[in-house]
């Protein structure tokens, strides 16, 4: 097995390509340990030292390591635990896989949603993966859209930037009712 892997705009996160699926649909986010405990992979990735976040998307692991922990000292392990898991035949994800969260909205707002939501889906979602990251939809209010990036997405430098100037752009441009884009929390 060759795992190829590719730096993002967050220099804390890489993306990880073991050539194979990793989800067959959506994504599953772990920023921490505790939230890991459904994925065997995960808890592979976290008992690595240095280790602060998993992310899987359909053919990626992303993993985003501490400020005090170098990529040559942790990138070895990293890929010896995305090889042993695959080839030990165990699921990436025991249960249920994580889904994204219910978006809050106004009924009147439906076909407001439903333009934002398509938008992010073929336009956004697709460019944020290639990164490593993923962007979900939490809600549209009076104008404002609220929306979460995750994966190597998640505290990267540029993220306020990609939201702003990138991903409100786009929006506003599209979808006169939007005037605002706003990043969520965990």
């Not at 979602?125 to 809600?139: C, K, L, M, Y």
Request: hydrophobic share 40%; charged share 20%.
């Amino acid at each position: 097995m060759f795992i190829q892997t590719e730096t993002t705009p967050n220099p804390a996160t890489l993306k990880f390509l073991p050539g194979q699926t990793v989800l067959d649909a959506g994504t599953a986010d772990f920023p921490t340990a505790d939230t890991g405990a459904k994925s065997p992979l995960a808890r592979r990735l976290f008992a690595i030292p240095g280790v602060t976040a998993v992310f899987f998307g359909n053919d990626f692991v992303t993993v985003t390591k501490d400020d005090g922990t170098e990529w040559d000292h942790v990138k070895p392990a990293i890929l010896g635990a995305i090889m042993e898991h695959f080839q030990s035949g165990e699921p990436v994800m025991e249960g249920e896989a994580q889904t994204q969260h219910a978006a809050n909205h106004d009924e009147a707002d439906a076909a407001v949603v439903g333009q934002i939501t398509e938008l992010l889906d073929t336009r956004v979602r697709p460019a944020v993966a290639q990164d490593g990251g993923d962007i979900t939809f939490h809600g549209f209010d009076r104008g404002v859209v609220y929306l979460q990036m995750k994966g190597a997405c998640a505290g990267c430098p540029s993220s306020t930037m990609t939201l702003k100037m990138g991903i409100e752009n786009l929006l506003r441009h599209y979808i006169p009712e939007v005037v605002e884009v706003r990043p969520v929390g965990l």
